[in-house]
Each structure stands twice: as C-alpha cells, then as structure tokens.
T-cell receptor, first 115, second 113 residues
Framework: ETGVTQSPTHLIKTRGQQVTLRCSSQ?????VSWYQQALGQGPQFIFQ???????GRGNFPPRFSGLQFPNYSSELNVNALELDDSALYLC??????????????FGPGTRLTVL | DQQVKQNSPSLSVQEGRISILNCDYT??????FLWYKKYPAEGPTFLIS?????DKNEDGRFTVFLNKSAKHLSLHIVPSQPGDSAVYFC????????????FGAGTQVVVTP
C-alpha cells in the first residue's frame, strides 16, 4: 500500500504567477483535503474533494482552486500568487463512507516560496 | 479567527517523565478532537482522537482528556521517549463538516536524555 505523495517538494515562484501542486492519494481513498501551513502556524483547511466534487471550502479566495481526478489524485491551483501564499501545502487523503470518520493520511507537503 | 489554540509553543521534558500538552477551543459545535504528530520534512501523522461523548481515551503511552465545559483537551505522554520529540498539533472538527479539520498552532516537544 503506497502512502500519500506530493510533487514537487519545493517550488519558487514570483508574485503574480500561477502554480499547480499535485497529490497522489493513498490507494483506495476517495477523499482528498488540502491545507496551507504558514511558518509557525498550524495547517489551515483550504478545501476538500470527494469523488471529484468539491465537498467544502475554508476561508480562501477563489484564486485557490482544485481538481480531483477519477484515479483520486488531485491538484491545487493558485493564481495571481501573493507573497503571503508562501507556505507548506499539505494534502491528506481518506476514505469517506457514511458518517464514520476515517483517519486522514497526510503527504509530506510542497514548500512554496513566492518572491 | 483561531478556534483551536495551543498556547505553549514549546515543551521540554526529560526522558521517562510525563509530557502534558494542552489545547483550548472556542467553538462549542466541535464534537471530535484529534492529536497529530509531525516530524520535520514529513506530513502530520495521526496519534489519537476522542469523541465529545467521552472524556478520556487511551492508546498505549498516549492518553487524551477532554473537558467539554472548559472547552479544553490535553494529551499526556507517559513515559516520554526521545522519539517523541516532534511538533504536536491539536485538531477539531464537527461531524457535519466531516474531515475538515481546524488545527492549533502546534507545540514543539523536546525530550532530553
């Protein structure tokens, strides 16, 4: 069973550019959540996808968007990058079935630096 | 608006002693709480959880206590081991916002020999 993987590991962009981050979910998982962790803070929920549909969103502007693919891999896209977007971006996958909460497994993250 | 707070950014404890990590929350709708552990260059890993219908949950060396009236939970690690040195995050959610976790800022634990 492979774990959650993310690519790239590190990324440097300039203000105003666009970025795409990728996440490969753990085998058998149908839900992926994305989090932003700024330096010295805890992860903040960006959004969640369940079976390719957005299933909830945190307090992030529309320039943060996502996709989940039929194989349950996922992308996080950020347009018009700002300096404050510099952070560690984490994805977490899990299996949603009914109302029972199942553990989320996190990837190692992508460190984004915006200059 | 920080709904989950960990007011101690760091904790140093001797090997073999008890580590106590604290977490406060403001949203009374939270009904499921989790602790995660994070090593550098790795994602957070799930440690232990507790439902709001309980006040204590144990798993080996780890025990989580929940005081709903005080909106406070704590994680006890007994005995502390060098491998426990990591950042610990408290997280909370409501069952109608399945899996959408609200995290605290974390506590860096250092276990010294």
């Amino acid at each position: 069973e492979t774990g959650v993987t993310q690519s790239p590991t590190h990324l440097i962009k300039t203000r105003g550019q666009q970025v795409t981050l990728r996440c490969s979910s753990q085998s058998g998982h149908n839900t992926v959540s994305w989090y932003q962790q700024a330096l010295g803070q805890g992860p903040q929920f960006i959004f969640q996808y369940y079976r390719e549909e957005e299933n909830g969103r945190g307090n992030f502007p529309p320039r943060f968007s996502g996709l989940q693919f039929p194989n349950y891999s996922s992308e996080l896209n950020v347009n018009a990058l700002e300096l404050d977007d510099s952070a560690l971006y984490l994805c977490a996958s899990s299996y949603l079935a009914g109302v029972k909460y199942n553990e989320q497994f996190f990837g190692p993250g992508t460190r984004l630096t915006v200059l | 608006d920080q709904q989950v707070k960990q007011n101690s950014p760091s904790l140093s404890v001797q090997e073999g002693r008890i580590s106590i990590l604290n977490c406060d929350y403001t949203n009374s709708m939270f009904d499921y709480f989790l602790w995660y552990k994070k090593y550098p260059a790795e994602g957070p890993t799930f440690l232990i959880s507790i439902s709001s219908i309980k006040d204590k949950n144990e798993d080996g060396r780890f025990t989580v206590f929940l005081n709903k009236s005080a909106k406070h939970l704590s994680l006890h690690i007994v005995p502390s081991q060098p491998g426990d040195s990591a950042v610990y995050f408290c997280a909370a959610m409501t069952t109608d916002s399945w899996g959408k976790l609200q995290f605290g800022a974390g506590t860096q634990v250092v276990v010294t020999p």
